[in-house]
């Protein structure tokens, strides 16, 4: 098992700055990736970036240049800074990781999901 704690999120005029922080514990080890996704009310969960094993990092073209992900392997802490925050980045905002499981049989590829926390951008 892997536990997730996202921190960070809060109340943001337009334009403005949050970090998003995501706390990882438990079994860590074997984990792919980790990243971050939003959900805004109405809407399906998105991919918004991820980093993975080897640091390649991937994001939504909605926050590319924006947004940067980025990870303290000494803290088994991921990150996300957000810069220039628009209203539309309003969302939950859920810490993800996947995990290769090699100890199951047939072994598999599993995703833990954190708590959510609030981002809301006011305009």
């Known amino acids: 098992q892997v536990q997730l704690v996202e921190s960070g999120g809060g109340l943001v005029q337009a334009g403005g700055s949050l970090r998003l922080s995501c706390a990882a514990s438990?079994?860590?080890?074997?984990?792919?990736?980790m990243g971050w996704y939003r959900q805004a009310p109405g809407k399906q969960r998105e991919l918004v970036a991820v980093?993975?094993?080897?640091?390649?990092?991937n994001y939504a073209d909605s926050v590319k240049g924006r947004f940067t992900i980025s990870r303290d392997n000494a803290k088994n802490t991921v990150y996300l800074q957000m810069n220039s925050l628009k209203p539309e980045d309003t969302a939950v905002y859920y810490c993800?990781?996947?995990?290769?499981?090699?100890?199951?049989?047939?072994?598999?590829?599993?995703?833990?999901w954190g708590q959510g926390t609030q981002v809301t951008v006011s305009s």
């Open positions: 438990g079994r860590r080890f074997s984990i792919k990736a």
């Open positions: 993800s990781c996947r995990q290769i499981r090699l100890w199951v049989s047939p072994p598999d590829e599993y995703d833990y």
């Open positions: 980093i993975t094993l080897g640091d390649s990092t």
